[in-house]
């Protein structure tokens, strides 16, 4: 801990010293915990944006505010899966109707 305190500005490392770890550190916090949660959230929006995060800050944006605005007019319109998610969807049920249930005993089944 020490190194860590030198490495930082001086009045953080007074104030984190004069005011003890039950003011700043995590384990002494009693109250609602968010932070997997909002780690998780932060993934997914990042996941969410990855191809625009290699862009310049104004295409960006841009970029995730269409993204955003398509999510809005999808939930709107009542849809909540995309268009190449309701193919690849509808693939998978087509496949799954050539397959045929067969009762190999009295609660397994197989499929031919």
Same mark, same amino acid.
Request: aromatic share 8%.
């Given at each position: 801990?020490?190194?860590?305190?030198?490495? =930082?500005?001086?009045?953080?490392?007074?104030? *984190? =010293?004069?005011? /003890? +770890?039950?003011?700043?550190?995590?384990?002494? $916090?009693? /109250?609602?915990?968010?932070?997997?949660?909002?780690?998780?959230?932060? #993934? !997914? $929006?990042?996941?969410?944006? *990855?191809?625009?995060?290699?862009? +310049?800050?104004?295409?960006? =944006? #841009?970029?995730?505010?269409?993204?955003?605005?398509?999510?809005? @007019?999808?939930?709107?319109?009542?849809?909540?899966?995309? #268009?190449?998610?309701? @193919?690849?969807?509808? @693939?998978?049920?087509?496949?799954?109707?050539?397959?045929? !249930?067969?009762? @190999?005993?009295?609660?397994? $089944? /197989?499929?031919?």
């Amino acid at each position: 801990m020490s190194k860590a305190l030198d490495a =930082m500005p001086p009045d953080a490392s007074q104030w *984190l =010293m004069t005011n /003890g +770890p039950v003011h700043w550190a995590d384990s002494y $916090f009693h /109250g609602n915990r968010l932070g997997n949660r909002t780690s998780h959230v932060a #993934e !997914s $929006f990042n996941g969410w944006i *990855l191809e625009a995060r290699s862009l +310049p800050v104004h295409a960006m =944006m #841009e970029r995730i505010r269409v993204q955003i605005m398509l999510q809005d @007019k999808l939930r709107r319109d009542g849809k909540r899966i995309t #268009e190449a998610t309701a @193919k690849l969807l509808q @693939k998978s049920v087509s496949l799954a109707r050539e397959y045929i !249930s067969e009762r @190999k005993e009295e609660k397994v $089944f /197989g499929y031919t």
